[in-house]
Structures are given as C-alpha cells and as structure tokens.
C-alpha cells in the first residue's frame, strides 16, 4: 500500500512539473519594453494636453490634471511637452544616426531652465497675491510646490542675496547647456546687443545749419547814357 501511494504522489508530482514546464512564458526582450514605455509616455502626454486644453476633463483626467497643476503650478503645461519628448525619443532610438538626438547637456540644460522658471515665478506670485508660499502652491500658482519647495529651501539656506545667485547660475547654465554656447560667445552676443541698442538710441546727427550771412551789396549797372559820355 505505501508503494502504491508513494507512486502515485511521485506520478502527481511529474504531471504537475510537466504542465509548470509547458505553461507559456510571455517573454519581452528590451527593446520591446522600452517600444511599449515609449507609446505609453506618448498616450499619457496626449491625454495630459487634451485634458489642459479642454474645460470639462471627466472623473480620471480631472485629478491627474489638478495633482499635476499642484506640484508645477504654471509650469504644467510643459509636462505633456517633455513626457511626450522621452516617449518619442525611446520609440525612434531604433533610427540611429538618421534622426538627430539631443545631447545629454541639452536635456540637462532644459531641465535646469524649468527648474529655475519655477523657481523664479513663484516668488512675484506670493509677493502679489500675499499667499503662503505653500497656499499659492495649492491653488497651482506659481512653480507649484516644486518651485515652493525649492525657492524656501534657497532662501532659507543662503538667504536672499544667494538664492538670487543660484537662481542667475540656473539660468545661465541651462542657456550655455541648451543653446551650445560658451560664455565667451554670450558676453560676445551681450556685447553686441548693448551696442546696437546704444546706437539706436542715439539721435541722428545733422550737419550744423550754414548761417545765412548778409547779402552783399551789388552795385547797379551803368545805364547807356552814362556809357556812352
């Protein structure tokens, strides 16, 4: 009888790894994944802009776009830009070189200008509307609590004067990182732009007026009489 069993059990246990074996494994490969990521970004950004755009936004779409207003203030309606950006840049990467790539200090430099855009808005937004800077991000003024967040922490650790330093090097930084220029060709650029404003400025010159002198007196012609005594 304890053959019979301990036959069965091994009969049972063979038939249960035979079917774990033939079950079917959905297996995706990397790329495969990061095709499906990239068109889930793109659908999301779409969404995103619709609903930004249109005033009744339905049950779902509604409280994505409040949570996203919240935390960017103003600066949402970037989001579906830059979502929708990294989902088009994982669906064409299969392209190579036949499509041209951002370089890692562009990207790095588009984010260091949004950074310092929500930063530097939002300090105009509480000083006008006399808001908490926390109450101001809840109503999605602003830069939202991003910019909040990291315009208190700024201001809090190196005072006015630093933060507005920080804020100047974001700022400079994301335009050198974006725009590949050294900051000798922007002070170049600088330069000129002072110059032709300066010029512009400037009136027009004239040539001084010639004074009119007086008329100098012409002696009047003899008459025919006299001329001919």
Known sequence: MMTGRSSRGKKKKSSRRRRQRRAPRIQLSLDVQLDILGYALLGVATLTLLALLSVQRGALLG?????????????????????GAAGLYLVLRRF???????????????????????????????????????AAADAGYGGGHVGAGLGTLLVRGLGGVGAALVL???????????????PADMVRGLTALVQRLQFQRRPARLPPAVRAGKPTPQRPAPSPSMSAT
């Open 168 to 182: 100047l090097m974001l700022w400079l930084l994301g335009i050198f990182f974006t725009s590949d220029l050294s």
């Open 63 to 83: 409280p994505w776009v409040a949570l996203l207003s919240r935390a960017f203030g103003w600066g949402v309606y970037a989001v579906p830009f830059f979502v």
């Open 96 to 134: 190579g070189d036949r499509i041209p790539r951002p370089r890692p200090e562009q990207v790095a430099g588009v984010l260091f200008l949004f950074v310092a855009f929500l930063i530097t808005i939002h300090f105009p937004v509480v000083w006008g509307t006399g808001l908490d800077p926390r």
